[in-house]
């Protein structure tokens, strides 16, 4: 995978912006750079598939947690809460990663026209939201030629969504395709809390009762809860108060808002119940937190 690490390494370094993320023209593709061990880093993650190029980083859903670095592939197939740092990374030699957004139609269209016996049999243990296995041989082929077509900027409108489909079908037919092809399930439970989790996105600011969410996966509330928990492994009241924390931290560390502004801005009536519930899931009051993470940038 040498041409594609310096693919990755040349489109990172000419574009990356202040967080390391540099986008591509072909939606959906992104590389992630790096040049030191990172702090703590809180996220709902989107379905996604991540090639790791050099580097090292872990990744943490409740209580399970992964380890992997150069030729390993994390895949993410559900909107699930992560805490995630890159381990190993320095200048030079920086983390590098490659990172395709998963598309629940491509999914769709895919899974129906594959035999099942193209989509690699797994147990109920194997469909875990978060999975890390080496990268085959396909998906590096395909990443490479999405690469390249960087360089012919008038291919991508005709060859970018070829590839990327070709890049889903190969993820589909290797060691990660039951746990993704759950994504493209007609009116499955993933697609339908997906719609409710899109709401919850768009509006986590607001009040949103679980009424409207059930309404929007098409399911009564208790069974809502129910699904919600088991694609997520947080309630939607959870779920909502993780992305309006992380909007508020953001906003502290990114923006420089003060702690009382952030919390308005995300939702909250009261100060000090943000203050509680920021420290029960970053560890630290909101002030506290903020100087802990510009201590080392400063430093350096």
């Known amino acids: 995978m040498t041409e594609l690490l310096d693919r990755v390494r040349r489109h990172a370094e000419a574009h990356s912006d202040e967080a390391g993320i540099a986008r591509t023209p072909i ?37 399970q947690g992964f380890d992997f670095g150069a030729g390993e592939l994390l895949v993410i ?13 320095s200048p030079a030699v920086p983390y590098l990663s490659l990172v ?5 139609a491509i999914v769709a269209e895919l ?3 594959m035999q099942a016996a193209q989509i690699a049999a797994r147990s ?9 296995e080496p990268t085959e041989a396909e998906v590096a082929d395909v ?23 070709e890049m889903h079908y190969w993820l589909l037919a290797g060691r990660h395709g039951a746990a993704i092809r759950r994504l493209g399930w007609p009116d499955g439970q993933a697609e339908r809390i997906g719609r409710a989790v899109a709401v919850l996105r768009a509006e986590f600011a607001r009040p949103l009762p679980v009424e409207r969410l059930a309404a929007t996966a098409g399911m009564s509330p208790s069974a809502f809860h ?47 119940q943000f203050t509680r519930e920021y420290g029960r899931l970053f560890g630290l009051p909101p002030v506290r937190d903020v100087k802990a993470a510009r201590g080392p940038a400063q430093a350096a």
């Open 27 to 63: 939606p959906g593709l992104f590389t992630v750079r790096a040049a030191a061990a990172s702090g703590l880093i809180y996220d709902i993650s989107r379905p996604l598939a991540c090639l790791v190029l050099q580097g090292g980083k872990h990744v943490a859903m409740g209580r």
């Open 77 to 89: 197939t559900a909107d699930v809460p992560t805490v995630s740092r890159i381990t190993r990374a």
């Open 100 to 104: 395709l957004e998963l598309s629940p």
């Open 111 to 113: 899974s129906g026209r």
């Open 124 to 132: 109920e243990c194997d469909l875990a939201p978060v999975r890390v």
């Open 143 to 165: 990443a490479l030629r999405l690469m390249r077509l960087l360089d012919r900027p008038a291919s991508i409108p005709v060859l970018g969504d070829q590839l990327v489909r």
């Open 226 to 272: 129910q699904h919600f928990r088991a694609v997520t492994s947080l309630s939607p009241l959870q779920f909502q108060k993780q992305l309006r924390l992380i909007e508020a931290r953001r906003m502290m560390m990114a923006e420089g808002a003060p702690a009382s502004r952030a919390a308005f801005a995300v939702g909250y009536e009261s100060v000090p």
